[in-house]
């Protein structure tokens, strides 16, 4: 079945730092990839999402590529700020029932 | 746009008791919710999926009878937690997808459960 891999945390940087959270998949065909964060006390928010291989999407200066070929969807940031602090999910939707598929979650802690 | 809220947020019951979580789409008609259970420092495992208007679809291993869904109205879905236990405690999170969209679910913030 669909599976999500992402790399465990937690994740610690200072602020202004580089940012990767790795995420691969295991799933057939062509699923649509997200990353959704979760900031303390709140639900998942989608972050970003790609349909495709080779889309990237961005938000907030946060970036995503997928890759069909290495089966990866890895999360980066060029300047981590503090209030990037919360736990990133990377997530796969296969299909036509519109199960999204989760990664166990990354904690990302910026200090200053 | 796009608001799911969920109420309560945090609960406290007494092992044999049952619980009811409500997940709304305050402003959008949402044709299907999930509901995720999150174990600590674990991913988000869907339990179910309910239409409106239809039984639930329930996820191999999750008990039909303990885990009561129901989706009277395309704002509205409720889970009810029979007879919990203390195993039954955890972080309940819904989602709704936004008419017939399918590729991105909202999410609700979330309720604690806890079964002394």
């Known amino acids: 079945g669909d599976s999500v891999t992402q790399m465990e945390g937690p994740v610690t940087l200072s602020e202004e730092a580089f940012l990767t959270i790795n995420c691969t998949y295991t799933a057939t065909g062509y699923p649509s990839l997200f990353w959704y964060v979760q900031y303390p006390g709140e639900g998942l928010q989608l972050l970003l999402k790609?349909?495709?291989?080779?889309d990237k999407g961005s938000n907030k200066g946060f970036e995503a590529t997928y890759r069909k070929e290495t089966t990866s969807f890895h999360l980066e940031k060029g300047s981590v700020q503090v209030s990037d602090s919360a736990v990133y999910f990377c997530a796969l939707l296969h299909g036509t029932a519109s199960k999204l598929t989760f990664g166990t979650g990354t904690r990302l802690q910026v200090t200053l | 746009g796009a608001v799911v809220s969920q109420h309560p947020s945090r609960v406290i019951c007494k092992s044999g008791t049952s619980v009811k979580i409500e997940c709304r789409s305050l402003?959008?008609?949402?044709?299907?919710m999930f509901w995720y259970r999150q174990f600590p420092k674990k991913s988000l495992m869907l339990m179910a999926t309910?239409?409106?208007?239809?039984?639930?679809?329930?996820e191999q291993g999750v008990e039909k009878d303990k885990f009561l869904i129901n989706h009277a109205s395309l704002t509205l879905s409720t889970l009810t937690v029979t007879s919990a236990h203390p195993e039954d405690s955890s972080f309940y999170i819904c989602?709704?997808?936004?008419?017939?969209?399918?590729?991105?679910?909202?999410f609700g913030p979330g309720t604690r459960l806890t079964v002394l």
């Open positions: 402003d959008f008609q949402a044709t299907t």
């Open positions: 790609a349909t495709k291989a080779d």
């Open positions: 989602s709704a997808e936004r008419g017939r969209e399918g590729i991105e679910q909202f």
């Open positions: 309910s239409n409106e208007g239809s039984k639930a679809t329930y």
